[in-house]
């Protein structure tokens, strides 16, 4: 009986290793990959309290509290530095104006979820030093039955500008509506704005300081973008920001159809139509009286 010969001696070796390198490469591909373990990966520390238990640190992208939306992520580590994943955290920042204190629009601090970090945003009303007013920071923890607390910290809350780094850029909003109410609107998104069209975001609040409650879905922004530098012209494809229950802020979108400054020209309108601020754009009127600026 004659043998079949499946290869040849000359490409055994060949095939075996093709074989081995195709296997190897397929036990690679089915590793998974490895996700960091630090928590504050890409974040840059504002500042940090301690006492003789505990450790809690505030980050952001930018490592500094800024005027208008400010997000804020949180830290609270043991003596051994572990990162502790079942902390109660409360945050209250206060503006001391000498003849008054007022606090500002924010969120409590929620567990983020799968890592030891938590968040806030808080919308500051004024920049540090601004009508000589001072912020103050009490923040307080628990973990288990420990406790602590850091109060009258003094925090540095920047100025915001426009690229050219010393002209003011409006980014929050305080005012009284014809219901006599007071409001804060604050401009959220776009962080990173490009040409064409982009997600923009706010929050609404009541001020009743020391408290500001978030206003939910009851309200319109009815958005018109202008460029002032080139005839005041708007732009197509925009949407008004309505209340997003998912995500709990209004959303709606912006196209800038070209780099520049432009002015986002707002109506507030509560759910029934009626304008609670702002005013619409004519010839003889270039403005509202509530907008917000980005430039880039």
């Not at 490895?34 to 520390?45: A, F, I, M, R, Y």
């Amino acid at each position: 009986m004659k043998t079949i010969q499946l290869f040849d001696k000359g490409v055994y070796a060949p095939v075996i290793f093709l074989l081995l390198a195709l296997f190897i490469s397929c036990e690679k591909d089915s590793e998974p990959e490895k996700q960091s373990t630090d928590p504050v990966e890409g974040l840059k520390k504002i500042h940090e309290f301690a006492d003789d238990s505990h450790t809690v640190a505030a980050w952001n992208e930018t490592g500094e509290f800024r005027l208008g939306y400010t997000k804020v992520y949180f830290t609270v580590q043991d003596k051994d530095g572990k990162y502790i994943d079942s902390a109660e955290l409360n945050a209250f920042p206060e503006m001391d104006m000498g003849m008054m204190k007022h606090s500002t629009p924010r969120s409590e601090i929620t567990k983020v979820e799968g890592k030891p970090l938590y968040e806030a945003y808080y919308n500051f009303l004024m920049y540090s030093g601004q009508g000589n007013g001072v912020w103050y920071y009490d923040l307080s923890y628990t973990v288990g039955n420990a406790a602590g607390s850091f109060d009258d910290v003094v925090i540095d809350v920047k100025n915001a500008f426009r690229p050219d780094g010393t002209t003011p850029v409006t980014i929050i909003k305080t005012f009284v509506g014809t219901d006599e109410k007071r409001y804060v609107v604050t401009l959220v998104e776009p962080l990173h704005p490009k040409v064409g069209v982009n997600d923009i975001t706010a929050y609404i609040h009541e001020s009743k300081s020391p408290e500001y409650p978030a206003l939910e879905g009851s309200f319109t922004l009815k958005l018109d973008p202008r460029m002032p530098s080139m005839e005041n012209h708007s732009s197509p494809n925009n949407v008004d920001l309505t209340w997003n229950a998912a995500e709990k802020i209004y959303r709606g979108k912006v196209n800038f159809s070209m780099t520049g400054y432009w002015k986002l020209n707002l109506i507030l309108q509560d759910d029934s139509g009626n304008i609670i601020y702002g005013n619409a754009i004519t010839d003889g009127i270039e403005a509202s009286s509530l907008f917000f600026e980005v430039e880039f």
